[in-house]
DNA sequence: AGGGCTGCTTACATAAATGTCAATAGCGAA
DNA sequence: TTCGCTATTGACATTTATGTAAGCAGCCCT
């Protein structure tokens, strides 16, 4: 067997990097993610992230990107499920907290924030705009529907960074977080139907 | 006058090394509170903090707890408040959003999750619980407490990290975060009292 | 006033992250 | 097969954060 490298695309690679780089996100943080740590996970060089990126921070704003598409995707999901009616809204609850939980939103918003970076969360910022404007029925009262829309929004965050602790310091499960969200986002669906009728 | 450097008593040089990298956290993230930024402020050398404090996380440590202080202390105040009837539901809420923006509890508990320092955290969770214990009338459903403080919270460590950001997107007040967490709350109080009355 | 305790500093050492550059070596194309 | 392009690497250099050790210098105490 050779123990000679591979060569890859410069999309393959760019691909593997970000991909290596976003399980080190969601895993062990942010400090973590440096040159040599992402190039270790996928059996490369330092100096090798360092010709497909350019620099440290290009690797961080790719990643910054690359993520966004990923929470962006979610979101469209739930707006397609919630514009076709086969979404209930326990889905449009999980698939919010999951962005921001699972898939590492949280993880890299907190990294922007503490990096300055703040420019790299406009497109997570549009998509969830965009959810907002799409969601529910059309015509009612848009200060209330981002009015509930940010609470949503703010919850999963904050459940992604502290949920896990508080809930389990309080004695509730794990999940108790998105079932006042879903009881939340019900409550307002309600209102703003009743609105739309009157 | 005197170049000499004037001789701070231990207390002293902690307290001050302690507000200076309090405000550097609360400014300019985690990242920029480091010994020789931290030293910078107080004009002192970064020695003189390892001198004082052991070591770089030793600084850390005894951060968390300052800020761990000061929260839990605007806890207590919501506490009284709340005890003597005297305080609004608006001032809880304030007290608890403030807690986490101004006062740097959020920075702090993003801080300690991504250099997975939690243990540090203890003191906050403890003085949240006794909050929940305490506030509203006693006798009624736990549970259902437990779930609107768990909503308040989570919605004032998310409203300090990105609320800034959402709520400018969104077209909303910057202080909207906090309308729809002291309407959730009036509702929940409410509720409590309802069903303890019945 | 003088001596000891210790706050404080300077100088040096170390480790890790980032970045530069020349050289090597796959892989497709002629 | 050979050639050229470029992905890849190893060996540097630099910067920053942290840590160590020895000496200087206030301030209290006698």
């Known amino acids: 067997m050779s123990i000679a490298k591979r060569r890859l695309s410069p999309e393959e690679s760019r691909g593997m990097a970000l991909a290596a780089a976003r399980d080190l996100l969601i895993e062990t943080g942010p400090q973590s993610v440096t040159l040599k740590a992402v190039a270790g996970r996928i059996g490369r060089t330092h100096a090798n992230l360092l010709h497909h990126f350019g620099s440290a921070s ?14 962006c995707g979610m979101i469209a999901q739930a707006i397609q499920k919630s514009r076709t009616g ?6 449009i ?7 921001f939980d ?7 918003w907190s990294w922007m924030m503490l990096t300055g970076n703040e420019d790299a969360l406009d497109p997570i910022v549009d998509a969830i705009h965009a959810l907002v404007d799409d969601i529910g029925e059309a015509g009612h009262d848009d200060r209330e529907k981002h009015d509930d829309t ?3 929004v703010l919850m999963a965050l904050g459940d992604a960074l ?10 509730l499960p794990r999940d108790s977080a998105r079932d006042m969200a879903e ?7 309600e209102r703003w139907k ?3 009728e009157s």
Do not use: M, N, P, W
């Not at 502290?162 to 004695?171: A, T, Y």
């Open 102 to 108: 699972k898939q590492g939103g949280a993880a890299l």
């Open 150 to 152: 940010l609470a949503l």
């Open 183 to 189: 009881r939340q986002l019900a409550d307002a669906l």
């Open 86 to 91: 086969e979404g209930s809204v326990r889905d």
């Open 93 to 99: 609850v999980d698939l919010t907290f999951d962005a």
């Open 162 to 171: 502290i949920g896990d602790r508080l809930s389990g310091s309080l004695g």
């Open 194 to 196: 009743c609105e739309h």
């Open 58 to 71: 290009g690797l961080q704003k790719a990643l910054a990107a690359y993520l966004s598409d990923e929470v």
